[in-house]
């Protein structure tokens, strides 16, 4: 199963893998029934790289830890490739709900690999360091922790702290609940997150120029002073501009919208919310 590597550049490397759509429910259980029937390799293939977006999400929640961001979307990747192969496409949820526990144990267990630790002989030990530092799900998710949990083995939990070594949530003291990482926050962001919002910010403007192109004259005309203006003009003063009804050119804003809409969420990237349009007014 070959993946994208990981280029010197979020960029490039975001370009890259914004090149496979993601899939319909009902294109992702066709696909998790092949593998997991037949091992269909291609099948598989195409599990990973539709959700290689979801990884860089999720890594991006740890870019504070002092890791390079690349190691932790290449350790997100290997969690991502390890759900596909233990996905049960038969329980009813869909694969990120699933996956999204995987790509978590990778990435919090190449941070501790990485943050002083050592190897401790208790399996109980080590499951119990695991699951401190497995997050909840979400409310909504279809998934019980039940499901994952029984299929975690040691391979993702061989590593324990030792006595020496000082949880930075740990209350400084038992009557205060202010703890260590309290004093280590820096209201700044941080260079690689300026850089990767830079990124991002680029990568949207440039999908939404493609997007703008795909409209007619007249379509875009009232995009750009409907939607996109700074102090937006109604619908009766672009009608009367262009010599239409009211009513006409609501009906033309609806489907360059639409027409947006699924141009914007061809090319979605899934770092964040697809980027939402300002509200229009009357």
């Not at 490039?12 to 009902?26: Q, V």
């Not at 019980?144 to 740990?170: K, M």
């Not at 804003?253 to 229009?280: F, I, M, N």
Request: hydrophobic letters at 40%.
């Amino acid at each position: 199963m070959s993946l994208p590597v990981v280029s010197d550049s979020l960029q490039n490397y975001l370009a890259e893998i914004n090149r496979f759509p993601i899939l319909s429910k009902e294109e992702e259980f066709r696909l998790a029934v092949r593998y997991y029937e037949k091992k269909d390799v291609d099948a598989a293939h195409t599990l990973v790289t539709s959700n290689l977006r979801f990884v860089v999400k999720v890594a991006l929640e740890y870019r504070n830890y002092g890791v390079s961001l690349k190691d932790l979307i290449q350790e997100g990747n290997i969690g991502l490739m390890t759900a596909v192969k233990k996905f049960n496409p038969y329980k009813g949820y869909r694969l990120i709900t699933y996956a999204v526990w995987w790509i978590r144990s990778f990435i919090q267990d190449y941070i501790l690999r990485t943050r002083g630790l050592v190897r401790r002989g208790s399996k109980e030990l080590k499951k119990k360091l695991f699951y401190r530092n497995m997050p909840a799900l979400g409310q909504g998710c279809e998934a019980s922790g039940s499901d994952v949990r029984n299929e975690v083995t040691d391979e993702t939990s061989a590593w324990t702290i030792t006595t020496n070594d000082l949880y930075l949530d740990t209350p400084i003291s038992d009557d205060d609940m202010k703890t260590h990482l309290d004093g280590l926050v820096d209201p700044n962001a941080s260079q690689e997150e300026l850089v990767a919002e830079s990124e991002v910010e680029a990568i949207v403007k440039r999908d939404i120029t493609r997007a703008l192109a795909l409209l007619d004259e007249r379509e875009r005309f009232v995009i750009e002073n409907r939607v996109m203006a700074e102090k937006p003009r109604s619908l009766q003063r672009i009608g009367d501009e262009l010599g239409l009804t009211r009513e006409r050119v609501r009906q033309i804003e609806g489907t360059a919208l639409r027409k947006l809409q699924k141009a914007l969420s061809d090319s979605y990237v899934g770092l964040h919310s697809r980027p939402a349009l300002p509200a229009s007014v009357e």
